[in-house]
């Protein structure tokens, strides 16, 4: 599993999008999001597909993002992240 590179990411553009648009990230590169200073999203790509990396306490728990169905549940996971990281 690599690394996505611009078009893979091109592939989820509109994905990204939408977690620009939750603005509490900051996309350091094109698809790496940090929290603060520290690394919390990046995308992978192989052939099963492209998964997202998003930290989970110290680790990272990975979720697939090949389908629009995958992206939704993703993004839920990703507000859920940002809200208990709130709390």
Do not use: N
Not at 20 to 46: N, P, Q, S, W
């Amino acid at each position: 599993m690599r690394h996505a590179r611009d078009g893979d990411l091109d592939r989820i553009e509109p994905l990204l999008a939408k977690i620009r648009a939750v603005g509490t990230l900051i996309e350091r590169k094109r698809g790496l999001f940090y929290l603060r200073t520290r690394a919390f999203l990046h995308f992978h790509e192989d052939p099963a597909g492209m998964f997202a990396d998003l930290r989970d306490g110290e680790d990272f728990a990975r979720h697939r993002v090949s389908s629009a169905r995958e992206q939704r549940e993703f993004l839920r996971a990703l507000r859920a992240a940002l809200d208990d990281l709130a709390e």
